[in-house]
């Protein structure tokens, strides 16, 4: 079952912008595209770069540090270096608040 | 059932090997490398792993059980001697023959080594291996000063990685800035005012002449005369491709294996990859490349045409370096410009820069600056004339050059 836990404000990723939040000890990024908000572990299989750092291109987000490439739908690799996939989760807007479910 | 052979247990090589079965492959697979250890990631070896802040398991190409688990033969720890292109059979130090259906060439480079005096005195170390890292970082642990002889990539890293561990350091460079060969002066001063900001004591234009000590490195003489005392040396004098185990062969050499836009060889069935291949690239011409990046992507093509696609490889290369807390990117190709064009903040050191040949964006560099080196990418590849007005523009988005993209 979802467990919601609230990140930030409704509104607060702008349609087409990634941004990283703290949720316990992890960091996650939560993508807005066309208004469908997508999380997915911040931190790259390759070397822990920050993804959100990184360039969204439709579904697929670059590592800023070494160019590995992931597809934020399913997590895959698309482009190493990276091998291994990253965790994605579910986002939502809910009473104002942006949340995302880590279940 | 078809034998490929892959010679060169390195990041084109391992990258090919396990291109191969992600595509299907299903004959035999034979994986042949010098170093003992299965395949791993050199950048961190002048960064991270030098200032151990990273062991070097986070750098396996895949995870080691992957060999086995996808019935990759490996033979870790062996020497290549030839591949004899007439019998089609690769020949192992120990004496092993492996009769093989097409084979990969993925030797690299081996470091240039300096004829020089003194240059085999214990403490004149030099950087390829783990085990090389391990070496510098053995003689960083116990000294107060490092003398290094070089300041391209390998070297202006390895200063700056033992700045960061507290190093004195002198970094001794023949040509008027570091970097001066990829980046030309004008951007080489740029990166000459970073290792001097961090406390690098620059030497340039002069080169190494002597390595003294009494039965250990004590001191580095050079041309201008100048003698730099130091409890260890490190010599980044740069690299030659390693073709040896084809020359004599019908496969053509010449500064690296020559092979076509496919990565082929003159021998059918023979492809070459990473640092060892001299490349027919349809945007640059022949070129061969010395990056991570290149190396990786060389190694999926060549595994994808050993099964007989005949891709043709035009990646517009994109490499990284990592000095002190300046990230530096860079891609495309240009030995020559007449036209540089800056975006950002040069004296922040967070910008961006263009090289034009008669008007044609021939490659990007950047530092501390975010997307532009890879959006640029796609405009090398297409030869575009951008507007260098607009380029100087940090708001002008560069995708909006970028020609449609090919469907996938």
Known sequence: ?103 | MPTFVVVGANLAGATAAATLRSEGFDGRLVLIGEEPLPPYERPPLSKEYLRDEQPLERGWIRPPSFWEENEVETRFGTRVQRVDTADRTAVLAGGERIAFDAALIATGCRNRRLRLPGIDLPGVLELRTAADADRIKAAAARARKAVVVGAGFIGSEVAASLRGLGLDVALVEFATTPLERVLGAELGRVIEGLHRDHGVELFLGEAAERFEGAGRFEALLTTAGRRIEGDFAVVGVGVEPVTDVVSDTDVRVDDGVLVDATLETSVPGIYAAGDVARHDHPVFGPIRVEHFDNAMKMGEVAGRNMLGRGEVFDDAHWFWSDQYDAQIQMSGSATTWDQIVFRGRVEERSFAAFMLKDGVLRSAFSMNWKFDVRRAMPLIKAKVRPDPKRLEDPEFDLRTLAPPKEPA
């Open chain 1, 1 to 103: 079952m979802a467990n919601w836990v609230r990140v930030g404000e409704a509104g607060e990723v702008a349609d087409g912008e990634v941004s990283s939040f703290s949720v316990g000890d992890r960091t996650v990024a939560i993508a807005n595209l066309g208004g469908d908000l997508h999380a997915f572990d911040d931190v790259c299989t390759h070397q822990q770069c920050s993804l959100s750092e990184g360039e969204l291109d439709g579904t697929v987000i670059e590592c800023p540090c070494h160019g590995s490439q992931f597809d934020i739908m399913t997590g895959e690799v698309v482009e190493g270096p990276a091998t291994e996939p990253i965790d994605v989760f579910e986002a939502r807007e809910e009473a104002g608040e942006l949340q995302v479910s880590l279940e």
